[in-house]
């Protein structure tokens, strides 16, 4: 059997250090328990490039303050820039509550499940990258979710007011809840899993 490539393993490895911190919910981490336990088991892997999006541009910026970190979030941010080319991007088209820049504004790269380098249908492990003074809209899904933020931003659950759970905070969705996210004046960048 096909052993998973290093520098995917390299970033469930790094993620996992992070969706398990305590800044995260309860609700939140186990969550992602049954995420990562299913990616013990590995799919099958797509190394083809693909097209990029403009929000992309921002992705560099965003990586940029952990690229020489020796912790999780520097895991994470070289991982996703030797992957970038193969990154399975694609955006959200609903644009209700959304800002006007926000189709440009945003992009959506899956590293494991539909579409990822790693394709996979039981799960999704990926992440956001917006430009600076995006909002992405109200939206909801069957699948629970959870975020963890690699920069500042703001996320909004169940039409409530907004919050900033700081760089390494993040939010859990309950299947169905309506929610959204902001970014500030910076490329925000956040990590979410899902179970299908």
């Known amino acids: 059997m096909q052993s998973r490539p290093k520098e995917i393993q390299d970033f469930i490895d790094a993620a996992r250090i992070l969706f398990a911190a305590e800044t995260l919910s309860r609700e939140a981490r186990a969550l992602a ?7 013990e088991q590995h799919g099958e892997f797509r190394f083809e490039k693909r ?13 940029e303050p952990y690229l020489d970190a020796s912790d999780a979030f520097g895991q994470v941010a070289r991982s996703i820039k030797a992957l970038e080319p193969f990154i399975g991007w694609f955006r959200r088209m609903t644009v209700a509550n959304a800002s006007p820049n926000f189709l440009e504004g945003h992009a959506n790269g899956m590293i494991s499940g539909p579409g990822g380098i790693e394709d996979r249908r039981d799960l999704q ?5 917006m430009k600076p003074d995006v909002r992405y809209p109200d939206h909801s899904h069957p699948p629970e979710e959870a975020y963890v933020l690699m920069s500042a931003g703001e996320f909004r659950k169940d039409r409530g007011p907004w919050l900033s759970p700081g760089i390494g905070g993040g939010i ?3 299947p169905g809840a309506v929610h959204a996210m902001r970014s500030d004046d910076n490329a925000f960048l956040a990590l979410w899993c899902l179970k299908m």
């Open 33 to 39: 328990v049954e995420v990562f336990a299913r990616l």
């Open 51 to 63: 097209v990029r999006f403009p929000a992309c541009d921002s992705l560099d910026s965003a990586l």
């Open 125 to 129: 492990l990926g992440f956001t990258v």
């Open 172 to 174: 859990h969705n309950s």
